[in-house]
C-alpha cells in the first residue's frame, strides 16, 4: 500500500504511508521485526500445531481401533468429521468480530482451554452420539482461532510481513499432521494401559497437551505492542511510527463504526471472491488433513505404516509453504505463487486417480505431489484478503466471513472421501478436490486482474479526481491512495 499516488508496495521502503508520514529507522526496523518473530511466531505456531492435532485426531483414532469400539459402520465416520464444521462454521464471525473487546490475552486462552477439555472428554465416549456431541463442542471452541490469529498479526506487522508470519499459523497446520502420526505411533501402542484403549489414551494425552499450553497463554499473549512487556519504549515508538505510515490499512480515514466497516465487508465483491476460492482450498487442506492416514493405508499399507508414513508428507508440505510464503513476502506478490502450487496440486490429484492402485510406491509419491501446493494456497489466500481489505473492523469482517465461507467445505470434504471403486480408490474424493482446486486457480488469476485493474485506474487518476473521491467518503482500502498487493 502506498498513499502516494503513481506508488507500489514493492517500491515503498516504508510499506507507504502518508507522505507526512514518520521516517523509519530500517535496521532498527529490522532487528523490531526478529525479535517480534522470536516473541510472537512460536506462541502462535503451538496455538495452530495443538488446534490442528486435537479436530484431526479423529482419523488416527479411526485406523487405531475407535471406529470398532463406536460401532462407526456406514458413514458414521465421515458425519463425526463432518459435524465438526457446522458449528466451526456457525461461530467464526461473531468470534473475529469481538477479539478487539473481549481481548486477546483473554479470548485466545480461553478458546484453547475450553477445546482441550472437550478433547480429554472425548476419550472417555461410549458411543456414536457421545463422539459427535464432542466433535460439535470442538468445532465451536476452535472456530475463532485461526481468523483471530489473523487479525491478531495484522495489528504487529505491515502487509508485506503478513505472508510469512500467516505461514507460521500453517505450517504448523501441516506439521500437526506429522506430530500427529507421531503420537498416533506412539500412544496407540499403549493399548490397554490403566484399562483404556490406545486411541483413548491418544485423546486423552492430546487434550492434556493442549489445556496447558491453554493455561500458560494467557501470560504469554499481549493484547497489542502497547502492553507488551517485552518490546522497549524506543521500541513501541517505531511500531507507533509504522502504524502511522499504514494508518489507511489501519483505520478507516473516517472514523466510523465497526458496523458500517462490517457491512462494507459484506458487499464487496473481492471479499466474496477470496471467500469462495478459500471454499475451494479448504475442501482440498480439510479432506487430505483429515483422510490422509486412510488413503495411505487403501495403498495396501498397515495401520502402523500408515501412522509413519503421512510423516514425511506433511514435512514436505510444511517446506514448500515455508518457501512460499518466504519468497511471496520478498516479492510482495501474492497470486504469481498461488496459481502454480493449485495447479501442481491439481496434478497430485490427477496422479491419485490415474496410477494404478497395484503401483503403491507411485500413489504414495503422488501424496507428495498433492501436498506441494496444498497449505501454500490456503495460507497465502488468508494472507491476501487481510492485505486487501483496510479498516480494523472491515479486514476483521472480511477475515471472519472468508473464514466462514471456507470452512463451510469442511461438510462436504467430510463426506467425499468414501470407498465406491471396486479397487479401493477414492474416486469420488480425489475428483471433486482434483476440480475444487482448479476453480481456485481461476479464482486466483481473477482476482489478479481485477486488482491490478483497480491499481491501474487509481495511479491514473488526476489530481481532481482523486480529490472527489475523498471527499464521496471513499476511505479505507477504497481511498484513492491505496494499492492492492498482487
Known amino acids: 500500500m502506498d498513499t502516494k499516488p503513481h506508488s507500489t508496495l514493492s517500491q515503498s521502503p516504508v510499506s507507504a504511508g502518508p507522505a507526512h508520514g514518520s521516517e523509519i529507522d530500517l535496521v532498527a526496523e529490522k532487528k523490531l521485526i526478529r525479535k517480534l518473530d522470536r516473541w510472537l511466531a512460536p506462541v502462535m505456531a503451538i496455538f495452530v500445531l495443538v488446534a490442528y492435532l486435537d479436530r ?47 481481548r486477546p490475552s483473554r479470548l485466545i486462552p480461553l478458546l484453547i482451554i475450553a477445546w482441550s477439555a472437550v478433547v480429554i472428554g ?25 481468523p483471530c490469529l489473523t487479525i491478531y498479526i495484522s495489528t504487529f506487522y505491515k502487509r508485506e510481513e503478513q505472508a510469512r508470519r500467516i505461514s507460521y499459523l500453517f505450517v504448523s497446520a501441516a506439521l500437526s499432521g ?23 489414551w491418544l485423546f486423552l494425552i492430546e487434550g492434556a497437551i493442549s489445556m496447558v499450553v491453554g493455561l500458560v497463554a494467557g501470560f504469554v499473549l499481549p493484547d497489542t505492542f502497547e502492553s507488551a512487556k517485552w518490546l522497549s519504549e524506543e521500541e513501541k515508538a517505531l511500531l507507533r511510527a509504522r502504524a502511522e505510515n499504514t494508518r489507511i490499512y489501519h483505520d478507516s480515514s ?20 477470496f471467500s469462495g ?36 508428507v506433511y514435512i514436505w508440505a510444511s517446506l514448500m509453504y515455508i518457501t512460499t510464503s518466504y519468497l511471496s513476502d520478498r516479492k510482495a506478490r501474492r497470486a504469481v505463487f ?50 486487501s481489505n483496510a479498516g480494523y473492523h472491515k479486514r476483521a469482517a472480511a477475515i471472519g466471513m472468508q473464514q466462514t465461507i471456507g470452512n463451510s467445505s469442511g461438510i462436504m470434504a467430510g463426506q467425499i472421501y468414501r470407498l465406491t471403486a471396486a479397487d ?20 486466483y488469476a481473477t482476482l489478479y486482474v481485477v486488482l491490478r485493474r483497480t491499481n491501474r485506474r487509481r495511479d491514473g487518476m488526476s489530481v481532481e479526481e482523486r480529490a472527489r473521491a475523498i471527499n464521496a467518503g471513499m476511505d479505507g482500502d477504497r481511498h484513492p491512495d491505496f494499492r492492492y498487493v498482487l
Open 56 to 102: 484431526s485426531a479423529i482419523g488416527n483414532a479411526a485406523i487405531a481401533g475407535m471406529s470398532e469400539d463406536l460401532d462407526l459402520t456406514g458413514d458414521r465416520l465421515n458425519v463425526a468429521v463432518t459435524v465438526f464444521y457446522v458449528t466451526y462454521i456457525a461461530f467464526g464471525i461473531p468470534t473475529s468480530l469481538c477479539l478487539k473487546k473481549a
Open 254 to 273: 473516517k472514523g466510523l463504526g465497526w458496523k458500517y466497516q462490517a457491512k462494507l465487508a459484506f458487499t464487496d465483491p473481492k471479499v466474496w471472491l
Open 424 to 443: 479401493g480408490r477414492f474416486t469420488i474424493g480425489h475428483s471433486v478436490s482434483l476440480g475444487a482446486v482448479l476453480i481456485a486457480a481461476v479464482g
Open 338 to 387: 498461488m496459481i502454480p502450487m493449485a495447479l501442481i496440486t491439481a496434478t497430485g490429484y490427477a496422479l491419485l486417480l490415474g496410477v494404478s492402485m497395484d503401483s503403491a510406491g507411485a500413489l504414495y509419491f503422488a501424496t507428495f505431489v498433492t501436498a506441494t501446493g496444498i497449505y501454500s494456497i490456503v495460507g497465502l489466500n488468508e494472507a491476501w484478503v487481510s492485505n
Open 122 to 146: 472425548s476419550a472417555f465416549v461410549t458411543n456414536y452420539a457421545g463422539l459427535l456431541a464432542t466433535r460439535l463442542l470442538l468445532g465451536t471452541f476452535e472456530s475463532g482461532l485461526l
Open 178 to 200: 506429522a506430530f500427529g502420526g507421531l503420537l498416533a505411533y506412539g500412544l496407540t501402542s499403549i493399548h490397554g494401559a490403566g484399562g483404556l484403549a490406545g486411541w483413548r
Open 277 to 312: 476460492c478459500q471454499f475451494c482450498s479448504n475442501t482440498c487442506s480439510f479432506a487430505f488433513g483429515t483422510f490422509l492416514p486412510v488413503i495411505i493405508k487403501g495403498f495396501g499399507y498397515s495401520s502402523v505404516e500408515t501412522q509413519l508414513l503421512t510423516v514425511p
